[in-house]
């Protein structure tokens, strides 16, 4: 799952976590039985249990020690790394080394998997902190970027120190091509539930351009993370979020002429919900995936058919090279794309003749039971108190013939579902929004509406309407 809790450090050069972090760290460990430390210095043996030991320290000091800490380096079993990340409270990656060190040495360990499903809060320092990045610069190696662990999407740079004129410029050069943090030391990025919290002073850089983080800054930050939160329910996601209904399909796979011989792509396909009718066609399906467990639920259903190709990238970021497909669609993903680039390299990337699918779902339930609906919005007036709101409502599915297309087509398909009280909370659950309420209160809340629903015979119906967008590139 993705994590519930993630810090990244740049450095504690006195060896003592400060106040504030400290606060925030007593706040969060409230189950101390076992801290886990990766090594960036895989082969430093003694090195690596005198930083163990040492870093541990830095916890119990503040009174917050855990019962067992140990250190992960070429000494230990895979086989026991493994069970060692799957049962820790806290993993600690280490800096002071390569990080393409550290990254192979997890791979080798049979961790990587281990860290993305753990319960453990994932914490980073220098070296380890750049791996918890989508996309790691290590530019004591090369100014090429090259995969991280992919828990947080912000490349940072540790150490930073406006004296310091040489890892000032390497920076600035970082930042040609990519945003880039600039942590001073006894800085730290905390993130929680899709939200950031800042400690210290950190630099946002971009085309060699440096300020201080602004809150605008975090707020771009936080609905970058937003456009992850599914992937923390890939199994709810997969049962309960709506699929579209086979006439709307089979009149798309028509109209685009999909089947062998084309080439197809899905942007953000979630578990599936809109894949397989177009797989079957037998056309040269691929996608492309932001979340990593979403991915991987991909490739168990759908990996052994020999025309399902999917990677697990930013669509914003990724480099398609040559490229050309004959249809591009998404079902409810393209409105978390700025609408610029979402536009633009979709056309880019379709041959001439090539069609852009967007589809959508509107549903309603008022019309089956009126008195539901009201004792449902009241409780949402009462309850619906989400950490961070959802603000990606503003797509113009219309605006494509701005970049270059046709008119873009709107067409309308119907449905419908019927849920129990408790699958209507199960789906509930799945929206983008009320992922991040709080708890207590998005229990209580969960709880209410259930209550509602079963009041009301235990059914709740929603008509929905599948709203299907069609632009065509010339």
């Known amino acids: 799952m993705r994590k519930d809790f993630l810090a990244v450090f740049s450095g504690f050069p006195d060896h003592h976590f400060s106040e504030e972090i400290t606060e925030r760290l007593r706040k969060e460990l409230t189950v101390r039985k076992s801290i886990v430390f990766i090594s960036a210095c895989p082969l430093e043996?003694?090195?690596?249990?005198?930083?163990?030991d040492?870093?541990?320290?830095?916890?119990?000091?503040?009174?917050?020690?855990?019962?067992?800490?140990?250190?992960?380096?070429?000494?230990?079993?895979?086989?026991?790394?493994?069970?060692?990340?799957?049962?820790?409270?806290?993993?600690?990656?280490?800096?002071?080394?390569?990080?393409?060190?550290?990254?192979?040495?997890?791979?080798?360990?049979?961790?990587?998997?281990?860290?993305?499903?753990?319960?453990?809060?994932?914490?980073?320092v220098s070296a380890g902190s750049m791996n918890m990045a989508r996309n790691t610069i290590d530019f004591f190696e090369s100014m090429e970027?090259?995969?991280?662990?992919?828990?947080?999407?912000?490349?940072?740079?540790?150490?930073?120190?406006?004296?310091?004129?040489w890892?000032?410029?390497?920076?600035?050069?970082?930042?040609?091509?990519?945003?880039?943090?600039?942590?001073?030391?006894?800085?730290a990025f905390f993130i929680k539930g899709g939200k950031f919290d800042i400690i210290g002073n950190i630099y946002r850089v971009e085309n060699r351009e440096l300020h201080l983080i602004t809150e605008d800054d975090i707020h771009e930050l936080e609905q970058d993370e937003f456009r992850r939160v599914f992937d923390t329910i890939p199994?709810?996601?997969?049962?309960?979020?709506?699929?579209?209904?086979?006439?709307?399909?089979?009149?798309?796979?028509?109209?685009?002429?999909?089947?062998?011989?084309?080439?197809?792509?899905?942007?953000?396909?979630?578990?599936?919900?809109?894949?397989?009718p177009v797989l079957r066609t037998g056309c040269e399906y691929h996608a492309i995936e932001l979340g990593e467990h979403l991915y991987r639920k991909m490739i168990e259903k759908y990996g052994m058919l020999p025309n399902f190709n999917i990677v697990n990238d930013?669509?914003?970021?990724?480099?398609?090279?040559?490229?050309?497909?004959?249809?591009?669609?998404?079902?409810?993903?393209?409105?978390?794309?700025?609408?610029?680039?979402?536009?633009?390299?979709?056309?880019?990337?379709?041959?001439?003749?090539?069609?852009?699918?967007?589809?959508?779902?509107?549903?309603?339930?008022?019309?089956d039971n009126e008195a539901l609906y009201e004792k449902i919005q009241a409780l949402y007036d009462k309850y619906y108190k989400p950490d961070i709101p959802y603000t990606h409502g503003k797509f113009k599915y219309t605006a494509a013939p701005e970049y270059g297309y046709s008119e873009a087509e709107r067409?309308?398909?119907?449905?419908?579902?019927?849920?129990?009280?408790?699958?209507?909370?199960s789906f509930s659950g799945t929206h983008c929004d009320h992922i991040v309420i709080p708890d207590p209160i998005r229990n209580e809340f969960f709880n209410k509406l259930k209550s509602a629903v079963q009041e009301a015979g235990d059914r709740v119906v929603f008509k929905d309407t599948y709203i299907l967008y069609l632009a065509k590139k010339a």
């Not at 970027?145 to 004129?165: A, K, Q, Y």
């Not at 050069?173 to 945003?179: A, G, L, P, T």
């Not at 990337?349 to 069609?355: D, F, Q, S, Y």
């Open 45 to 52: 043996y003694a090195q690596n249990d005198d930083d163990c």
């Open 54 to 124: 040492g870093m541990h320290e830095m916890f119990a000091e503040q009174g917050l020690a855990f019962e067992k800490h140990c250190v992960i380096d070429k000494r230990t079993e895979a086989s026991e790394a493994k069970l060692l990340v799957e049962n820790a409270d806290c993993i600690f990656l280490m800096g002071g080394g390569v990080c393409e060190e550290q990254l192979e040495l997890i791979r080798e360990k049979d961790c990587y998997e281990a860290l993305l499903d753990c319960h453990a809060a994932i914490f980073g």
């Open 411 to 425: 067409f309308e398909f119907k449905g419908q579902r019927v849920f129990t009280a408790e699958e209507y909370v």
């Open 235 to 276: 199994d709810e996601f997969d049962k309960f979020r709506p699929r579209y209904s086979e006439e709307l399909f089979d009149f798309l796979n028509d109209r685009a002429g999909i089947g062998p011989g084309k080439r197809v792509l899905e942007i953000g396909p979630g578990t599936g919900q809109a894949t397989e």
């Open 314 to 367: 930013d669509f914003i970021t990724h480099d398609f090279g040559d490229m050309k497909f004959d249809m591009i669609y998404s079902a409810a993903t393209i409105q978390w794309i700025p609408q610029d680039i979402a536009f633009a390299k979709t056309f880019e990337l379709l041959n001439p003749g090539g069609i852009l699918a967007m589809m959508l779902t509107s549903s309603e339930y008022k019309s």
């Open 167 to 187: 890892r000032y410029e390497q920076t600035l050069k970082m930042s040609e091509n990519r945003v880039v943090y600039a942590m001073e030391d006894m800085s």
């Open 145 to 165: 970027p090259f995969p991280g662990l992919g828990l947080t999407n912000i490349t940072v740079s540790c150490h930073h120190d406006p004296e310091d004129t």
